[in-house]
């Protein structure tokens, strides 16, 4: 799960922050314990000598029974250490210098594999991330109002748009409740205040929420940042838009509503195209039918769409205007 280089670098201070403050609680432990018994001080400064002593006795081939020696100083130490804190009611552990991670240590990685903790603390600053984008944070399925989508059959439909939305729904639901590696990617279509956007923001808490890379951002906002790398007073690495290619899901949201030129066409085709090759799910919501993003991005654009996404089309009257 390949998240964006500023969610790991947050994540990644907070697991050092969280490395500093238990090394600052083991220390605070030990001095504790030491301004009580002194006796401990003495006795753990002998146990790192006798640990030195014993890897150069092995180094030298010391006999059996120099080894054995030390050993059994070692041992008596230990004891001598344990009957103290017991004597003392220490909690178990208490001066165990226990890191932060005893599965990494507080590296974030396990191996060449991301640790579970560094994980978690990603998934933790995606949602944050999320929510700064998404705004009131109270997107949810359950929240979604079929009732503002009208039940009078539509012979242009061959259904209702109330059940033409219900059936939107549930899809959203399954994809979010299965998404994987083996899911397909979707086409929200429709006007202005149908709910894209809202169920755009579901599938993306939940699909986060279960640890997968999540980048949602606004067409606008998307090939801003390619203009920016292009075009830019530096130059660009590849580093601000990376993210639109790495992450699990991405979401472009209200595609059409930014200046479509020649560059953001080639940019456009560059996205899709590029998640289709490597295997990346992708999800778009626009104004604009399937027709007019031909027309506006071009035919090979809305070939690769209709060939490899499931199109959604959103059909009522705008819910914003209902509200008011």
């Known amino acids: 799960m390949a998240y964006s280089a500023q969610v790991l670098r947050r994540a990644r201070a907070r697991l050092e922050q969280a490395k500093l403050e238990r090394e600052r609680e083991n220390e605070a432990h030990r001095a504790a314990a030491y301004e009580r018994y002194p006796r401990l001080r003495?006795?753990?400064?002998?146990?790192?000598?006798?640990?030195?002593?014993?890897?150069?006795?092995?180094?030298?081939?010391?006999?059996?029974?120099?080894?054995?020696?030390?050993?059994?100083?070692?041992?008596t130490l230990q004891a001598e250490r344990n009957w103290i804190l017991e004597a003392g009611e220490f909690e178990d552990g208490y001066l165990d210098d226990t890191p932060v991670c005893t599965r990494c240590g507080?590296?974030?990685?396990?191996?060449?594999?991301?640790c579970s903790c560094l994980r978690e603390?990603?998934?933790q600053e995606q949602k944050k991330e999320l929510t700064s984008?998404?705004?009131?944070?109270?997107?949810?399925?359950?929240t979604f109002r079929l009732d503002v989508y009208s039940d009078a059959y539509d012979p242009k439909l061959g259904t209702s748009p109330r059940e033409l939305?219900?059936?939107?729904?549930?899809?959203?639901?399954?994809?979010?409740?299965?998404?994987?590696?083996?899911?397909?990617?979707?086409?929200?279509?429709?006007?202005?205040?149908?709910?894209?956007?809202?169920?755009?923001?579901?599938?993306?808490?939940q699909i986060a929420d279960r640890g997968f890379s999540v980048i949602y951002e606004t067409a606008i906002r998307l090939f801003g940042d390619f203009e920016t790398e292009k075009f830019g007073a530096q130059?660009?690495?590849?580093?601000?838009?990376?993210?639109?290619?790495?992450?699990?899901?991405?979401?472009?949201?209200?595609?059409?509503?930014?200046?479509?030129t020649e560059f953001v066409r080639s940019a456009f085709y560059q996205i899709v195209n590029t998640r289709l090759m490597t295997n990346k799910k992708t999800i778009i919501s626009?104004?604009?039918?399937?027709?007019?993003?031909?027309?506006?991005?071009?035919?090979?654009?809305?070939?690769?769409?209709?060939?490899?996404y499931r199109i959604l089309p959103f059909f009522g009257d705008d819910i914003r205007k209902q509200k008011k």
């Not at 006795?43 to 030298?60: G, Y």
């Open 106 to 114: 507080g590296t974030g990685y396990d191996g060449s594999q991301m």
């Open 235 to 260: 130059g660009g690495d590849g580093s601000l838009t990376r993210k639109y290619f790495d992450c699990d899901l991405l979401i472009i949201d209200d595609l059409g509503t930014e200046l479509t």
């Open 42 to 75: 003495e006795i753990d400064r002998e146990l790192q000598q006798s640990m030195a002593e014993l890897a150069i006795a092995f180094l030298k081939k010391d006999s059996e029974e120099t080894l054995g020696a030390i050993r059994t100083r070692n041992q």
């Open 121 to 123: 603390l990603c998934r």
């Open 133 to 142: 984008l998404l705004g009131s944070g109270r997107e949810s399925f359950d």
């Open 286 to 308: 626009t104004n604009l039918s399937p027709a007019e993003l031909s027309r506006r991005y071009g035919a090979n654009i809305l070939s690769r769409i209709e060939g490899a």
């Open 165 to 205: 939305m219900r059936s939107n729904l549930n899809i959203c639901k399954k994809y979010a409740a299965g998404f994987s590696a083996a899911s397909g990617s979707l086409l929200f279509s429709g006007a202005t205040g149908l709910g894209k956007t809202f169920l755009s923001a579901c599938i993306a808490r």
